[in-house]
């Protein structure tokens, strides 16, 4: 399982950016996919889950209202559109995914996700 994610940079504060993780070989419609962030000196941080159909998302209380989280299993591919950005929002990103049968309960703990992708750095200015 080979997740890609990309889309991150350098921003000012309130500014946008648009991650995006992609799938290579296989179809990502039986994953739930994570988006999750560390900051230098800080411990990982659940940002943004969806489920496998993507009728179920979950959003960290710091980034709700101002990121979203979806996803196109046509194109395998998983987004995380995050507005308002703020410099605590510095971190590098990384997307995971975990194998759920289709009523499984959405969890954002990243120790439940076997499979993650390289992670993609994202800078806010202030």
């Known amino acids: 399982v080979q997740l890609q994610a990309s889309g991150g940079g350098l921003v000012q504060a309130g500014g946008s950016l648009r991650l995006s993780c992609a799938a290579s070989g296989y179809t990502l419609n039986n994953y739930a996919i994570g988006w999750f962030r560390q900051a230098p000196g800080k411990e990982r941080e659940g940002v943004s889950c969806?489920?496998?159909?993507?009728?179920?998302?979950y959003h960290a209380d710091s980034v709700k209202g101002r990121f979203t989280i979806s996803r196109d299993n046509a194109k395998r591919t998983v987004f995380l559109q995050m507005n308002e950005l703020r410099p605590e929002d510095t971190a590098v990103y990384y997307c995971?995914?975990?194998?759920?049968?289709?009523?499984?309960?959405?969890?954002?703990?990243?120790?439940?996700?076997?499979?993650w992708g390289q992670g993609t750095q994202v800078t806010v200015s202030s």
């Open positions: 995971a995914a975990r194998r759920v049968i289709l009523t499984a309960p959405l969890i954002c703990d990243s120790d439940e996700f076997p499979y």
């Open positions: 969806i489920s496998r159909g993507g009728g179920l998302t």
